[in-house]
């Protein structure tokens, strides 16, 4: 299956603010888990924040939390992170992808991987 396309990323200073975009065309979107992972220069991948069950539950990881948040339109078959307050660590490449794990909120068995979208937080 083709991977989601994520659209959104930029360059931004520290404090401000970004919205990504992944569009998850063909898939049978309402009945999956979709989520967010970042990968630092360097790094491995991270889990970032999941969503399930038409938005009803997310889950973010500690590191975002009260500053990333989650969300999702079934109809667009869309889902979106939204950045707030981002801080130099929060640079890397963002991806999204689905799940029908039902740990998919811990983030498991997410796959497969696009491109991603970069996101620079620099002065």
């Known amino acids: 299956q083709m991977p989601p396309v994520e659209s959104g990323g930029g360059l931004v200073q520290p404090g401000g603010s970004l919205r990504l975009s992944c569009a998850a065309s063909g898939y049978t979107f309402d009945r999956l888990a979709m989520a967010w992972f970042r990968q630092a220069p360097g790094k491995d991948r991270e889990f970032v924040a999941a969503t399930v069950l038409h938005g009803y539950h997310t889950n973010t990881a500690a590191s975002v939390k009260g500053r990333f948040a989650i969300s999702r339109d079934d109809a667009k078959k869309t889902v979106y992170l939204q950045m707030n307050n981002l801080k130099p660590e929060d640079t890397g490449v963002y991806y999204c992808?689905?799940?029908?794990?039902?740990?998919?909120?811990?983030?498991?068995?997410?796959?497969?991987w696009g491109q991603g979208t970069q996101v620079t937080v620099s002065s």
């Open positions: 992808s689905a799940s029908d794990s039902l740990e998919a909120l811990n983030g498991v068995g997410f796959g497969p």
